[in-house]
């Protein structure tokens, strides 16, 4: 897969950790530079000078011992690393180009914590302008598969490549979802299916050796993906915007993320 970089926000917390090393991988098997980024809140600075350098010189230790942990796992990675001021979504969204993807981490690992921990994951996915992987603190090494979240006809191509791509890299299966409410089942049957139908062409075209399974569901969306996901690699979903308001997620991503229990990855046009 070609990408230009991968733009990780790092602030010495477990769950940045675990962005960074779900970043620090993906960079090095894509061939991709990683950049670390860490942002200084700016109301340090309305707090006196004092605590303005204060929290730059802190920033500049975390972001030392990030370049440390990367550079002693992948020696040949082309690492870069900024010191940033600003609110961290739209800091790292604006350091973002075409083909970059913004990594970050999450302490939200499931719905029993509530809602409030998976918040800046909405943040980010709000400000991004590309694709933002979202990692929860969860232990990768014995999940396989990965999981796509099939939206409706117009994204169902775009999240079907990206996700077949990642389970080619991976060597694992894909699993096309497709939520609906409980009264569409009862009608056209090819009509439910044809987002489907176009997701799994699309993931042939990119992987046609991989094992593609499709299911309909008729749970909530965000309950199928996330039960889907539980013990996947991968979830990669689409923006999800609906309604005439065309708001920047749609209801399903919003409680993906807040609820994430495997790395989310949200891919736009």
Do not use: C
Request: hydrophobic content about 45%; cysteine-free.
């Amino acid at each position: 897969m070609d990408h230009s970089r991968y733009l990780v926000g790092v602030d010495g917390s477990s769950p940045a950790g675990a962005a960074l090393d779900w970043a620090a991988r993906h960079a090095r098997r894509d061939g991709a530079e990683l950049e670390l980024v860490h942002v200084v809140d700016p109301e340090a600075g309305m707090m006196g000078i004092d605590l303005q350098d204060e929290a730059e010189e802190a920033g500049e230790r975390i972001i030392r011992e990030a370049e440390r942990i990367v550079h002693d796992a992948f020696p040949e990675l082309a690492v870069s690393a900024e010191l940033a001021t600003g609110v961290p979504a739209w800091t790292l969204a604006q350091r973002a180009h075409d083909g970059d993807t913004i990594v970050v981490g999450t302490g939200k690992t499931g719905y029993a914590s509530g809602r409030l921990l998976g918040s800046r994951s909405v943040q980010f996915a709000l400000a991004a302008p590309g694709s933002v992987a979202v990692v929860p603190e969860v232990d990768l090494r014995f999940r396989e598969g990965v999981v796509a979240g099939i939206d409706r006809a117009e994204t169902a191509a775009l999240v079907a490549r990206r996700a077949a791509e990642e389970a080619k890299e991976r060597g694992t299966r894909l699993t096309l979802i497709h939520a609906v409410p409980p009264e569409a089942v009862r009608g056209a049957r090819s009509r439910v299916e044809g987002p489907l139908v176009l997701a799994a062409e699309a993931a042939r075209q990119v992987a046609d050796h991989i094992e593609i399974r499709s299911r309909i569901s008729t749970r909530p969306a965000a309950e199928a993906l996330l039960d889907a996901s539980r013990g996947a690699a991968l979830l990669v979903v689409g923006p999800g915007s609906t309604g005439p308001a065309r708001s920047p997620i749609g209801s399903t991503l919003h409680g993906v993320l807040i609820n994430a229990n495997a790395p989310v990855l949200v891919v736009r046009p």
